[in-house]
């Protein structure tokens, strides 16, 4: 349930939800994580629930030691309000046999919240894809149906990729075409549920293996950002995204000098 | 997942697969029904000893250990000094507890339990001691209900937890002099001093502490939590005594903690270091060499900690002290 930190509680109307599936190399974490870092969002509130295996440390976006001991928790709101903006951020997994109450929570938030759209951030295993998927970018998304009579010809213009359903019985001609994303989490289940609600979403993922997953981070919020300008892209190069501090020893702790 | 060196570890992936929530979609009524009845086996309990007119306890500071080190320094330094009853308990079931079923009676002494004690000449200071375990789906439930029957206004929260150094990122090679120590995480609506250092990024706390902290950020309760970083697998009387100053703060302590207590404690990590100590007290008993040399190489570093032994006196019989990582050592 979204629990507002300040006295006021925000309103969400006619803004754009970006949320992560906690997925494959948890990329779209990692791509929410950048966005609240570069825009500087300040946090509007929790979203506490028994879904979410609980978690707290210190801000993680801290650009100051004044800032910097402020706690965080598993599941957090940031807004941005000249950029109509809402983000949810999740670090923690969702407990597995609560997956399904997380998802009708979710539904009735965004429902509740009267977001414009929302977009789900996710990955997909990069061994599972077939064989016309190997060819070309890795990226790919998915409309709603809602979404797709607003935005369907817009994405056509950018030149995305839909993902590709699959085969369930692949060598067989005529056998039934699926949507399979592997290691995305609850991002199918989420967007089967939103289509049948009537959300107007958009999921955005990326085809990763489990590593150093920053560059896909990037690649995904890149990707994003041409759809939805979220950071004016300069005219050579791309878009500095800022590194949040809590992205620091990622690899571990520093080495034992005795070892020189 | 068995490992090269043959222990087993449970593995966990962050790649989550999908098909398993395709399977729970379709479940049919019976499955709901299992679920249902496990969900309900599962559920957390406060239990009252005495009877309380069902409104909630009032409360001006609730301190709540989880860890081993944390929960023996309660029993140790806070326990032992008399003035404690207990009050109430929190009864639940998961994997790792023993039995089938939810205990419906009081947990016995030594038993993993979850255990409310009130001070008898300030009643409005609660400790929480969580010994068992709480499984990961049961942490929010468990703050739900407890903090469902303590007053929550002006309360103040103090967590004291346990935490291993390997668990500690640093930019900074951590060295063996510098463990343990703590370090503090607090929520937006605690003002009040704070005895040691942030939790610094990108460190995070999880388990019960994280619960209950998450929950008092959330419902704006004033919570500071003491996470101990100790190098130490078993508890020990130097791991405990870093919460000292943390405690001070809340409650007046004892000068000496109860030896008795500590021995029961140190107990457990006895049995497992006890062929070690069997070995050399054979050498000794036999007229052979002297007790290993690591073991008194052992001692003399611990007793270089500079808190060491102002507070625990150790009688020479204790000199069977075995190579063992433990710090501290009560005879068989």
Redesign the interface.
């Known amino acids: 349930m979204f ?1 507002s ?1 300040g006295d006021v509680v925000p309103s969400f109307k006619g803004f754009t939800l970006i949320m992560p599936a ?5 990329v779209g974490q990692l791509a929410v994580d950048l966005l609240i870092s570069t825009l500087n969002m300040p946090r509007v509130g ?1 979203f ?3 879904c979410l ?8 976006y ?1 650009t100051a030691t004044e800032d ?4 965080s ?2 599941a957090e709101v940031f807004s941005h309000s000249d950029l109509k903006l809402a983000v949810l951020q999740i670090r923690t ?8 109450s997380f998802r009708k929570l979710m539904v009735s938030w965004i429902k509740s919240s009267g977001f414009l759209r929302s977009v789900l951030l996710s990955s997909s ?1 990069a061994y599972q894809r077939d064989d016309q998927q190997l060819h070309g970018t890795p990226l790919r998304f998915l409309l709603t149906p809602s979404l797709q009579t607003e935005e369907g010809q817009r994405v056509e213009e950018l030149g995305w990729r839909e993902l590709e359903r699959i085969s369930a019985f692949p060598g067989i001609s005529d056998s039934e075409q699926r949507l ?10 989420l967007y089967t549920d939103c289509c049948a609600e009537d959300i107007p979403m958009a999921v955005v993922l990326i085809f990763c293996s ?1 590593g150093d997953n920053i560059p896909d981070a990037f690649a995904l919020i890149n990707h994003l950002n041409d759809w939805l300008h979220l950071l004016e892209k300069p005219t050579q190069g791309s878009v500095q995204w800022r590194v949040p ?6 690899f ?6 005795l070892l020189f | 997942m068995a490992t090269f060196f043959g222990e087993v570890l449970s593995v966990y992936s962050r790649a989550v697969e999908e098909d398993e929530y395709d399977d729970m979609t379709n479940e049919n009524e019976e499955d709901e029904q299992i679920r249902r009845e496990i969900e309900e086996k599962r559920s957390v309990h406060v239990h009252w000893l005495s009877q309380t007119d069902g409104g909630s306890v009032p409360c001006s500071d609730l301190i709540i250990a989880v860890g081993p080190n944390a929960t023996g320094f309660i029993s140790a330094y806070v326990l032992s000094s008399g003035g404690w009853t207990a009050v109430g308990w929190v009864s639940l079931w998961n994997e790792r507890s023993h039995g089938s079923g939810r205990p419906d009676t009081a947990p016995g002494p030594g038993e993993p339990s979850c255990i409310l004690y009130q001070q008898k000449n300030s009643p409005s200071v609660l400790i929480c001691q969580c010994s068992c375990y709480v499984a990961e789906d049961q942490l929010f439930q468990w703050t739900e209900k407890v903090f469902g029957c303590v007053q929550t206004r002006d309360l103040t929260v103090t967590v004291l937890s346990d935490c291993s150094a390997a668990e500690y990122k640093t930019p900074d090679y951590l060295s063996g002099s510098s463990v343990p120590f703590l370090r503090s995480l607090r929520t937006g609506a605690h003002k009040g001093p704070v005895a040691c250092p942030p939790l610094e990024q990108p460190n995070i706390s999880t388990g019960l502490a994280a619960a209950v902290l998450s929950h008092c950020q959330v419902q704006r309760i004033a919570a500071v939590l003491y996470q101990c970083y100790s190098d130490v697998l078993q508890p020990d009387s130097l791991t405990m005594q870093t919460y000292r100053a943390a405690v001070s703060a809340v409650l007046k302590l004892d000068q000496n903690p109860s030896a008795d207590v500590l021995q029961k404690i140190t107990r457990v990590s006895e049995l497992q270091t006890a062929f070690t100590c069997e070995a050399e007290r054979n050498t000794k008993l036999t007229g052979g060499a002297a007790p290993v040399e690591t073991g008194y190489t052992n001692w003399r570093r611990h007793s270089s900690f500079p808190d060491a032994g102002n507070d625990v006196r150790m009688p020479s019989s204790w000199s069977c002290v075995p190579s063992s990582p433990n710090r501290f050592e009560v005879p068989i």
Request: overall charge positive; cysteine-free.
């Open positions: 629990i930190s906690v997925s494959v190399g948890n929790y506490h629930t028994d295996i609980p978690m707290v440390g210190n801000n993680p801290a910097a001991a402020q706690l928790t598993s997994p969702i407990i597995q046999t609560k997956v399904r295993h399979y994303i592997p290691g995305g989490g609850v991002t199918k289940a489990e501090p809590s992205w620091r020893l990622l571990g702790s520093g080495i034992p000098p």
